[in-house]
């Protein structure tokens, strides 16, 4: 048997696994009696943890929001995981919480068993920093944002768009989304009653929460991820490119990034690319780069700059065999 106080830990691992258990389910799993059961959630209670009990059919106990955060037990993977995901917000993309993170990564690590600590210093060692890429968000104005998108309550707020115009904008939120190295809103626009992405690090002050707004179906399949590296690799430009890539579509899924370009499968060995066609000249440029063989559908416009970049290409090559060919009568 365990002692009460193990037997308490052990209950409170178990309710903070799962959202939902019975009763009965629970009490078996912990080899106790019913009664039991019901004086540990009362004790759980009293030190502050927020257990649901519900009652029926359906019935049971809940690990639920409380008023305060009491503390969490970790396993070991989640105590490992928890601690290289503090290291990496230090260095990361999110301002204002690298304090923060320094005093939570110090209070795990201080209680982390000395049989975890070999293998943390091997993660460790093994996940290297790279240096910043992207704009840096503040960790308050997520926080805002996500509060908003789970509350559903509309924002207002001033946005500057790529081409450096400002504008007012009233939205409801639908979900903060993280692809690219940056951080994106996705938002039912009201005044142009349509979906649209926002760059987080593009909205000026701080957002203005507005009344309660009635749900609707999120855009695209729902999948808010795919729906903004959709919309970035093709919403961006005027014009779309349509290229043909001769590899299969499982091997260039692996190069080619979702905000990049919409793969879609020829047949086996070919696949069709479209992406955003300006600037063109960076198209080209990982067209070339990818080493691949293609065929360019459209637009003109991109067709004929690859057609100038090849006559470029051959003039040099062209000068170069000139210039090292021998000069008659020479030894």
Same mark, same amino acid.
């Given at each position: 048997?365990?002692?009460?106080?193990?037997?308490?830990?052990?209950?409170?691992?178990?309710?903070?696994?799962?959202?939902?258990?019975?009763?009965?389910? *629970?009490?078996?799993?912990?080899?106790?009696?019913?009664?039991?059961?019901?004086?540990?959630?009362?004790?759980?209670?009293?030190?502050?943890?927020?257990?649901?009990?519900?009652?029926?059919?359906?019935?049971?106990?809940?690990?639920?929001?409380?008023?305060?955060?009491?503390?969490?037990?970790?396993?070991?993977?989640?105590?490992?995981?928890?601690?290289?995901?503090?290291?990496?917000?230090?260095? &990361?993309?999110?301002?204002?919480?690298?304090?923060?993170?320094?005093?939570?990564?110090?209070?795990?690590?201080?209680?982390?068993?000395?049989?975890?600590?070999?293998?943390?210093?091997?993660?460790?060692?093994?996940? *290297?920093?790279?240096?910043?890429?992207?704009?840096?968000?503040?960790?308050?104005?997520?926080?805002?944002?996500?509060?908003?998108?789970?509350?559903?309550?509309?924002?207002?707020?001033?946005?500057?768009?790529?081409? &450096?115009?400002?504008?007012?904008?009233?939205?409801?939120?639908?979900?903060?989304?993280?692809?690219?190295?940056?951080?994106?809103?996705?938002?039912?626009?009201?005044?142009?009653?349509?979906?649209?992405?926002?760059?987080?690090?593009?909205?000026?002050?701080?957002?203005?929460?507005?009344?309660?707004?009635?749900?609707?179906?999120?855009?695209?399949?729902?999948?808010?991820?795919?729906?903004?590296?959709?919309?970035?690799?093709?919403?961006?430009?005027?014009?779309?490119?349509?290229?043909?890539?001769?590899?299969?579509?499982?091997?260039?899924?692996?190069?080619?990034?979702?905000?990049?370009?919409? *793969?879609?499968?020829?047949?086996?060995?070919?696949? *069709?690319?479209?992406?955003?066609?300006?600037?063109?000249?960076?198209?080209?440029?990982?067209?070339?780069?990818?080493?691949?063989?293609?065929?360019?559908?459209?637009?003109?416009?991109?067709?004929?700059?690859?057609?100038?970049?090849?006559?470029?290409?051959?003039?040099?090559?062209?000068?170069?065999?000139?210039?090292?060919?021998?000069?008659? &009568?020479?030894?």
């Amino acid at each position: 048997m365990l002692t009460a106080s193990a037997r308490l830990l052990n209950l409170l691992s178990l309710l903070q696994s799962r959202p939902h258990w019975s009763g009965a389910t *629970l009490a078996e799993r912990m080899q106790i009696h019913p009664r039991t059961l019901r004086r540990d959630i009362d004790r759980l209670r009293q030190l502050g943890y927020p257990i649901h009990a519900s009652t029926g059919v359906a019935g049971g106990y809940a690990f639920r929001a409380g008023h305060a955060l009491p503390p969490l037990l970790l396993d070991d993977e989640e105590a490992l995981a928890a601690a290289i995901a503090l290291r990496t917000a230090v260095t &990361g993309t999110i301002s204002g919480i690298e304090q923060t993170a320094i005093t939570a990564l110090v209070k795990i690590e201080q209680a982390m068993p000395p049989r975890l600590r070999p293998r943390l210093e091997a993660l460790r060692s093994a996940i *290297l920093p790279t240096d910043q890429i992207g704009p840096l968000v503040d960790a308050g104005r997520l926080t805002t944002l996500a509060a908003a998108c789970r509350d559903q309550v509309q924002l207002a707020f001033a946005y500057t768009d790529r081409e &450096g115009q400002p504008s007012s904008r009233q939205v409801e939120p639908q979900g903060v989304v993280h692809t690219d190295r940056r951080w994106y809103l996705v938002a039912w626009d009201c005044l142009r009653a349509d979906w649209r992405t926002f760059r987080i690090d593009r909205i000026a002050g701080a957002p203005v929460v507005g009344a309660h707004f009635a749900p609707r179906a999120g855009p695209g399949d729902g999948d808010l991820r795919r729906w903004v590296a959709r919309s970035l690799s093709l919403g961006q430009y005027p014009d779309e490119a349509r290229i043909i890539l001769h590899a299969p579509l499982a091997a260039l899924r692996q190069r080619i990034p979702a905000s990049a370009g919409v *793969l879609e499968v020829v047949d086996g060995q070919r696949c *069709l690319l479209r992406c955003g066609a300006n600037p063109m000249g960076s198209v080209i440029y990982w067209l070339l780069a990818m080493d691949l063989e293609f065929e360019v559908l459209g637009p003109p416009a991109l067709i004929e700059r690859l057609r100038e970049t090849g006559e470029r290409v051959a003039r040099s090559l062209t000068q170069h065999a000139a210039e090292a060919a021998p000069m008659p &009568g020479s030894a």
